[in-house]
T-cell receptor
Framework: GQSLEQPSEVTAVEGAIVQINCTYQ??????LSWYQQHDGGAPTFLSY????GLEETGRFSSFLSRSDSYGYLLLQELQMKDSASYFC????????FGQGTELSVKP | DTEVTQTPKHLVMGMTNKKSLKCEQH?????MYWYKQKAKKPPELMFV???????INESVPSRFSPECPNSSLLNLHLHALQPEDSALYLC???????????????FGPGTRLTVL
């Protein structure tokens, strides 16, 4: 089967850095993606890693280690608006989502 | 235009009603998806259409009936639903269903469905 594990909740303060980890067990792995979903909103694509290493997009970075079946999303200079659920997901015919990490950013 | 639209935003229906959810995209995407999402859970795939043909049905009960009239439109017909079917129904689209190169999925805002 295919499974992705990520923490259910993370809390941090404004201006801080937070890392959301994701470990996966899948067949036919292409890469790891990340989606953000605000409460009541639609999931929106954040990043995708096909190769090992770090991809940076503004305040958000994503990392992948294929040998460790592990990736993470790094959020820097946290803002209140970053409070949301974050899902790691693997593509391939259909998108398999992790259970999601609810990030709460406190003032 | 990188938007997926869904109507209606909210829907309340009884268990004997028949209703339809609509989804539209004008990005030229050839893959479209229906997801069901319960509170505090990830989106759960229901159906995948690829080039207007149903390619994946995740063992969804027959009271949910998808339809893809053309490459831009996706419908979900609902009949004889149960209260446990109350959820957020999300539509998404992507260039294709291929896992490589990566095909980002664009999600609509969803329809909040309540079954009484």
């Amino acid at each position: 089967g295919q499974s992705l594990e990520q923490p259910s909740e993370v809390t941090a303060v404004e201006g801080a850095i937070v890392q959301i980890n994701c470990t996966y067990q899948t067949s036919g792995f292409y890469g790891l993606s990340w989606y953000q979903q605000h409460d009541g909103g639609a999931p929106t694509f954040l990043s995708y890693n096909a190769l090992d290493g770090l991809e940076e997009t503004g305040r958000f970075s994503s990392f992948l280690s294929r040998s460790d079946s592990y990736g993470y999303l790094l959020l820097q200079e946290l803002q209140m608006k970053d409070s949301a659920s974050y899902f790691c997901a693997v593509p391939g015919g259909k998108l398999i989502f992790g259970q999601g990490t609810e990030l709460s950013v406190k003032p | 235009d990188t938007e997926v639209t869904q109507t209606p935003k909210h829907l309340v229906m009884g268990m004997t009603n028949k209703k339809s959810l609509k989804c539209e995209q004008h990005m030229g995407h050839r893959a479209m998806y229906w997801y069901k999402q319960k509170a505090k859970k990830p989106p759960e795939l229901m159906f995948v259409y690829s080039y207007e043909k149903l390619s994946i049905n995740e063992s969804v009960p027959s009271r949910f009936s998808p339809e893809c009239p053309n490459s831009s439109l996706l419908n979900l017909h609902l009949h004889a639903l149960q209260p446990e079917d109350s959820a957020l129904y999300l539509c998404a689209s992507s260039q294709s269903t291929s896992g490589f190169p990566y095909n980002e999925q664009f999600f609509g805002p969803g329809t909040r469905l309540t079954v009484l």
